[in-house]
């Protein structure tokens, strides 16, 4: 099991011209055709994927209809003053939270599009 962990970390540090080489070597040397050397470029690229996404920026990208409840949303959320937060909300797209964890991204973003804003998570 050791020997294949030593190649799987191997073949996800291979850079593109390992790959290129490695499809070449399996395709003369063992017929193998590119489409398959694919698979293992896929194999790399996906250990890279895999490493999830912690921190969100929660962005208001539009207040909506309701723009006073979403700037009293948007102070009670943020802790910034009124101004502050009608700032926030007339500069959209802007930033409310960055670096929010992923459950605090979700549960904002939830608030303000039940208030009736457009949001995105970054």
């Known amino acids: 099991m050791s020997d294949l962990k030593n190649l799987a970390e191997t073949l996800v540090n291979l ?5 290129n080489e490695l499809a070449a070597i399996l395709k003369d040397e063992y017929g193998i055709e590119p489409a398959a050397a ?17 921190e969100f920026d ?13 700037v009293k949303l948007v102070k009670d959320l943020t802790g910034a003053g009124l101004k502050e937060a009608k700032d926030m909300v007339d500069g959209a797209p802007t930033a409310i939270k960055e670096g929010a964890s992923k459950d605090e991204a979700e549960a ?6 039940e208030a009736g804003a457009e949001v995105e998570l970054k």
């Open 58 to 70: 929660v962005i208001l990208k539009s207040a909506g209809a309701s723009k006073l409840a979403i």
């Open 38 to 54: 694919a698979v293992v470029v896929a194999a790399g690229a996906g250990a890279e994927a895999a490493e999830e996404k912690t």
């Open 15 to 19: 850079t593109v011209k390992d790959v």
């Open 108 to 113: 904002l973003k939830k608030q303000l599009e």
